[in-house]
T-cell receptor
Framework: EAAVTQSPRSKVAVTGGKVTLSCHQTNNHDYMYWYRQDTGHGLRLIHYSYVADSTEKGDIPDGYKASRPSQENFSLILELASLSQTAVYFC??????????FGPGTRLLVL | GDSVTQTEGLVTLTKGLPVMLNCTYQTTYSPFLFWYVQHLNEAPKLLLKSSTDNKRTEHQGFYATLHKSSSSFHLQKSSVQLSDSALYFCALTVSGGNYKPTFGKGTSLVVHP
C-alpha cells in the first residue's frame, strides 16, 4: 500500500505567521495533492502537482502556496496564516489519475 | 467543468438495513469513478473504483455499478453494520482534458444499533 507521511501532525500557529506543512511519499507516484477539510465537511483541493518543480492551482488556492522540489516531497505554505485557515490538511498521492492515497492529516489551529 | 453531486448529506439507518448513497457526475471526458470512506479521525481511503460501463464492482460488502448512460455511480450495501458509520466521498477523474480530481461534498452515514 502507498505510504504518504505528513509533518507536523498538529500545529498551533499565530495569526500572520508563516506555516509550512510537509508531505513525503515513497511510492514513486507522479501526482501529489493538498486538500483541506473543515470539521464534518468535504475535501477541497488547494494545490496539486504532476511533476517535480511544477504546481497547479486547485479549487481554493488563495492564501496558499505549494512547492514540489522532488517527486517525493510536496509542501504547502501559508505565508500569512489567518483564523479561517484552521482546518485539517490532507496530502495525497496517485499514479496518474488512479486511486489517491492519503496521508494521516495535519491539524492546524490558527490563533 | 467537471462536477460530482452527492444528494444526501446525512443518512441515518438501523443496523441490518440496506443502504444506497447517491452519486452522479458531469463530464465531457471518459470518467473514472471512486468511492472513498473516511472513518472518524482517520484519513480517507479507497473503497471502490470503476471506469467500466455497466460492470458491478464490490469490496467489503459494498458494491457499485458505473452507468454512463445516467452518469451515476451509486454505492450500495445490503446490510449495514455499526462499523460502516463514516463519511463517504464520491470522486471523479477523467481521461483527457485539464486534469483535476473532483470530489463530491460527502455523505455521512450513521448506523444505529
Amino acid at each position: 500500500e502507498a505510504a504518504v507521511t505528513q509533518s507536523p501532525r498538529s500545529k498551533v500557529a499565530v495569526t500572520g505567521g508563516k506555516v509550512t506543512l510537509s508531505c513525503h511519499q515513497t511510492n514513486n507516484h507522479d501526482y501529489m495533492y493538498w486538500y483541506r477539510q473543515d470539521t464534518g465537511h468535504g475535501l477541497r483541493l488547494i494545490h496539486y502537482s504532476y511533476v517535480a518543480d511544477s504546481t497547479e492551482k486547485g479549487d481554493i488556492p488563495d492564501g496558499y502556496k505549494a512547492s514540489r522540489p522532488s517527486q517525493e516531497n510536496f509542501s504547502l505554505i501559508l505565508e500569512l496564516a489567518s483564523l479561517s485557515q484552521t482546518a485539517v490538511y490532507f496530502c495525497a498521492s496517485s499514479w496518474g489519475r488512479d486511486t489517491q492515497y492519503f496521508g494521516p492529516g495535519t491539524r492546524l489551529l490558527v490563533l | 467543468g467537471d462536477s460530482v453531486t452527492q444528494t444526501e448529506g446525512l443518512v441515518t439507518l438501523t443496523k441490518g438495513l440496506p443502504v444506497m448513497l447517491n452519486c452522479t457526475y458531469q463530464t465531457t471526458y471518459s470518467p473514472f469513478l471512486f468511492w472513498y470512506v473516511q472513518h472518524l479521525n482517520e484519513a480517507p481511503k479507497l473503497l471502490l473504483k470503476s471506469s467500466t460501463d455497466n460492470k458491478r464492482t464490490e469490496h467489503q460488502g459494498f458494491y457499485a455499478t458505473l452507468h454512463k448512460s445516467s452518469s451515476s455511480f451509486h454505492l450500495q450495501k445490503s446490510s449495514v453494520q455499526l462499523s460502516d458509520s463514516a463519511l463517504y466521498f464520491c470522486a471523479l477523474t477523467v481521461s483527457g482534458g485539464n486534469y483535476k480530481p473532483t470530489f463530491g461534498k460527502g455523505t455521512s452515514l450513521v448506523v444505529h444499533p
